[in-house]
Structures are given as C-alpha cells and as structure tokens.
C-alpha cells in the first residue's frame, strides 16, 4: 500500500511539472500579438514618500523571445528624447542601447549592468526584457486564491537565481511576480485592473516594488494598441538616434 501511495505521488509531481510549462506555454499563446504600441505615466515613490513623476512610449515589433522594443521618455524636460532600444534573442540575453540627446549619443547596456534601474524607475535594465517562455524551467507550487503559483528559474545569463509566480486560473494573466537572487528577494511585481484590448487580458496598472531599495514605481497604461503597422526600420539605432 505505501509503495502505491509512493507511485501514486510520484506521478503526481511528474503531472504538476508538466502542467508548469503547460500554464506558461498557454499564458504566452493568450498574450500573442505581432506588434504592440502604449503611452503610460509613472510614479517613482522613493525614500520619504517622495514622488516623482515621468511618462515613456513603448513600441514593440515581433514575439515574445524574438522581438524589438523602444522605450522612450516624454516627461519631465530633464529625460525627455532619452530612449531604450532592446532587441531580445531566443538563445540569449537581450542586446540594449540607451540613447541620452543632452550627450548626442547612444550607449550599448553591457551584460554585468543589467541589474542596475533603468534611468530611476524600479525596472532594472533586464526587467525590460521579452523572454520566451522556453527560456526557463518551471515547477509547480500549488494553488493560491484562484491562481497558480510556480517557480521558474531560468536557462539563460540573469541577475535572478529564480521567482515565483502566480497565474490567474480563470483568464491565464500573470498577476504577479517576485524575483530572487542568492541573497533573497530582489523585485516584486504586481499587476492588476485588468480588461480586454482586441482580445488579449492586458494590466492596466503595473506596481515594482524594489525591495533592497524599498522604493516603488507605479506603471499606468493610458493608451494601449496591439497589432498595428510597425516596421523594422524604427527599431534600430538610427531610429533610436532622430527619435523615430
């Protein structure tokens, strides 16, 4: 009978394992798009309760994995023109530039920097990545107030040694994430107000708490589009350079 209940159990959490990958694979299928373009607003809340407050565009061409992204600031005056050409890879980490106007050049991100906030928000420079969901191994923790939680660790060169993350059961978003590193919890994601743009489950509101830090920055979406013209040319660094 225990050997039963012993293989029985074994099965058990050879299913969850595989039922992991499953959910990811399944929230990614859910958020496909060929393109997507937003306008949001930020608030960096920092020691003191100080807030301060920038606004970015982001476009992006391609798929989770395989895709290019700009980010670009538009408010305050100080990093207005400041933008972020990412170009993700399946096999390895992104590729990064930062562009600054007020030196009229553009740098190239190098992998050990990767860690470090992007231009004061709490978004390191990897958080702005697209990963496929291949890039990762993942295992099954159980469930929690509707959602799955699991663990991913990933395959490929990162500041995180691993994260958890829960998956809503009734629509496959991802309302949150928190990210470790060998010295314990690092970032803490949560997303939420969720609606349907063309069909896709989208947070509205995005929340990044840094933890060594004890900083926050909240993320509001105002203008949301997937699926529109978007052509390679704006994605390289002379796009990134005039401002494209």
Known sequence: MNRMLFALALVASCVHAQDARQIMQEVQKRQHSTSQHYEGTLEVIGGGNRIATKRWTFDRLGDFGASKGVLRFTVPAEVKGVGLLIVNHPDRASDQWIWRPAI???????????STRFFGTDFSFEDLEERDVEQYDYKFLGEEAGAWKLQSTPRKSSQYTYGYLWVKKDNYTIVKIE????????????????????????????????????????????KLEYNIPRKDPDFTLDALRRGA
């Open 104 to 114: 009229g050049r553009e740098q190239r991100i190098a992998l050990q920097d990767r």
């Open 179 to 222: 990210s470790y590193n060998k010295k314990g919890l690092v970032r803490v994601i949560d997303y939420r107000d969720f609606e349907q743009v063309k069909g896709i489950w989208t947070a509205r509101t995005t929340e990044v708490h840094d933890v060594t830090r004890n900083s926050r920055t909240i993320l509001k979406y105002d």
